[in-house]
Nanobody, 125 residues
Framework: VQLQASGGGLVQPGGSLRLSCTFPGGAADFYHIGWFRQAPEKEREGVAIHGKHDPPLYLNSVKGRFTISRDTAKNTMYLQMNDLAPEDTAVYYC????????????????????WGQGTQVTVSS
């Protein structure tokens, strides 16, 4: 399964970006879809996770600023990022998992099977 992420770029603090990720084979095949990020010299962390029958789950530091969504008809997931800050700078990855995972592990990158190639988001003035 190949995921294709796009939409990254350079934005000033307080700005917005929308990331997109397409995945062939049908979004309906995956229970969880999600966005992760990895800053230099830091571990990959879960940012936002969407489940078919679960409410979205967000990293505390992005709550109220980021929104994850999925369009099953277009086989695409999105991450709307508002009020961006320099600490949001990272490579962002999309990922999917076919089987539901317990809430406590849902933001763990190790739980996800399929990954996109990453898109760079840089927040700087």
């Amino acid at each position: 399964v190949q995921l294709q992420a796009s939409g990254g770029g350079l934005v000033q603090p307080g700005g917005s970006l929308r990331l997109s990720c397409t995945f062939p084979g049908g979004a309906a095949d995956f229970y969880h879809i999600g966005w992760f990020r990895q800053a230099p010299e830091k571990e990959r962390e879960g940012v936002a996770i969407h489940g078919k029958h679960d409410p979205p789950l967000y990293l505390n530091s992005v709550k109220g600023r980021f929104t994850i969504s999925r369009d099953t008809a277009k086989n695409t997931m999105y991450l709307q990022m508002n009020d961006l800050a320099p600490e949001d700078t990272a490579v962002y990855y999309c990922a999917t998992r076919k089987v539901r995972v317990v809430l406590s592990a849902r933001l763990s990158a190790a739980q996800y099977d399929f990954w996109g190639q990453g898109t760079q988001v840089t927040v700087s003035s």
